[in-house]
């Protein structure tokens, strides 16, 4: 897998104040990303080109406009998987739009945008020095210091994969720089809906998923106050507000559902642990 190039300092730091983590935007970078959308929108395909990974087939176009040359991942994906699952190249939307709405600030820009005649979901490149699937199969050392950092990112990610029902969070789609910052691609397969992921979490205590080597659960054990806050304040309009049409009703109303799950979970682990052990 080629190493990606990283875009213009995406990721840096700073989730809030008082809670800096390297792998978020930073204020300014927040600031910018209307213009990045914009960009996708509108500048020049230059070139493009098949990418081989993953079973999306999406596209690399390489995006020009007033001096500025940007990669970009296309798609557009329509696919249903068979039990009321979809890999649907607006979950891609829908992800960075609730990515923005929470602030995760983990996921690239993406709009939509045509291409080739046809709609799809264009998303500004996220290079990086690793995967997690490189991580794992180069046996590659998570530095000391940079330990509890990449802890802390995990348990995060895995929470935002229970929160949107991403049920195919491959270690190809968990992205790390090399001073590992973390960042997130690929979300065509999240946001199910139908009951098994709505009286579910995929991850967690109860989750959907195990671990095939011992069958335990993975856990969420720290969460960050503003990003429950952040949860806690979701409801149908605001995520309907937020997501536009790329999310049907159905999907929003299930996001709600495991919005409970979620908050029960962490009420749990607060109650077995201590809220100090689990929240920071």
């Known amino acids: 897998m080629k190493k990606r190039l990283l875009i213009i300092n995406l990721f840096l730091c700073s989730f809030s104040a008082g809670f800096l983590v ?7 970078e927040i600031a910018q990303r209307e213009q990045w959308e914009e960009f996708l929108k509108t500048a020049e395909i230059a070139k493009y080109e098949t990418i081989p990974e993953g079973v999306t087939k999406p596209w690399k176009l390489y995006l020009k406009k007033e001096g500025i040359e940007k990669k970009a991942a296309w ?12 890999d649907n190249w ?21 709009v939509e945008r045509e291409f080739r005649g046809k709609k799809g ?33 995990k348990y995060i990610t895995r929470l935002w994969d229970c929160l949107i029902a991403n049920d195919d969070p491959t270690q190809q789609n968990t992205l790390y720089t090399e001073d590992w910052r973390t960042i997130l691609i690929d979300h065509s397969r999240a946001f199910r809906s139908n009951k098994e992921y709505t009286e579910r979490l995929v991850l967690g205590i109860n989750g959907i998923k195990k ?13 960050p106050r503003v990003l429950l806050d952040k949860i806690k ?10 997501v536009g049409p790329y ?6 109303e299930s996001i709600i559902a495991r919005k409970k799950l979620i908050l029960d979970e962490i009420a749990q682990m607060i109650k077995q642990n201590g809220e100090d052990k689990v929240l920071f």
């Open 233 to 242: 304040a979701l409801d149908i309009a605001n995520i309907k507000q937020a």
């Open 211 to 223: 671990n095939r080597a011992d069958g335990k659960p993975f856990l969420f054990r720290r969460v």
């Open 121 to 153: 979901a264009i998303s500004l490149w996220a290079d990086s020095q690793y995967s997690a699937l490189e991580i794992m199969d180069q046996g590659i050392k998570i530095p000391e210091s940079a330990q509890k950092q990449y802890d802390d990112m």
């Open 75 to 86: 798609k557009n994906i329509n696919r249903d998987l068979g039990g009321g699952a979809m």
């Open 90 to 110: 607006k979950y891609e939307i829908a992800a960075y739009r609730m990515d923005k709405l929470i602030g995760l600030n983990m996921v690239p820009p993406a």
């Open 22 to 28: 390297r792998g978020q935007f930073t204020p300014r």
């Open 247 to 252: 999310l049907t009703d159905k999907e929003i």
